[in-house]
């Protein structure tokens, strides 16, 4: 199967940008729905954003509308997650995520997602 693997964390300022990428090692996504999750510590895994095809649809968490932007780029097989506005409470581990299940839109769940990367940290400091 494909394997993921995400870049681009690291410490930031609350209120600072971070840009995320997520590299597949196959040369296209197929059909996966693509998505972010992240943890924190002692914390559940939490849905941040997905990205489907066709369409180019996105979704998002309430907690990231408006700040958070996901997208790809087909020609790098990569996934970003561009998040701006970022706060304190948002440090976690993020995750890249890939679900090939055929489902009419997304799942929030992380347990339907088959393929994950190793996660990269994510710290706001305040």
């Known amino acids: 199967q494909v394997q993921l693997v995400e870049s681009g964390g690291g410490l930031v300022q609350a209120g600072g940008s971070l840009r995320l990428s997520c590299t597949a090692s196959?040369?296209?996504?197929?059909?996966?729905?693509m998505a972010w999750f992240r943890q924190a510590p002692g914390k559940g895994r939490e849905f941040v954003a997905a990205?489907?095809?066709?369409?180019?649809?996105?979704y998002y968490a309430d907690s990231v509308k408006g700040r958070f932007t996901v997208s790809r780029d087909n020609a790098k097989n990569t996934v970003y997650l561009q998040m701006n506005s970022l706060k304190p409470e948002e440090t976690a581990v993020y995750y890249c995520?890939?679900?090939?299940?055929?489902?009419?839109?997304?799942?929030?769940?992380?347990?339907?997602?088959?393929?994950w990367g190793q996660g990269t940290q994510v710290t706001v400091s305040s």
């Open positions: 995520a890939a679900d090939a299940t055929t489902r009419p839109g997304y799942s929030g769940n992380f347990g339907d997602y088959e393929i």
């Open positions: 990205i489907r095809r066709p369409g180019i649809i996105t």
């Open positions: 196959g040369p296209i996504f197929n059909n996966y729905i």
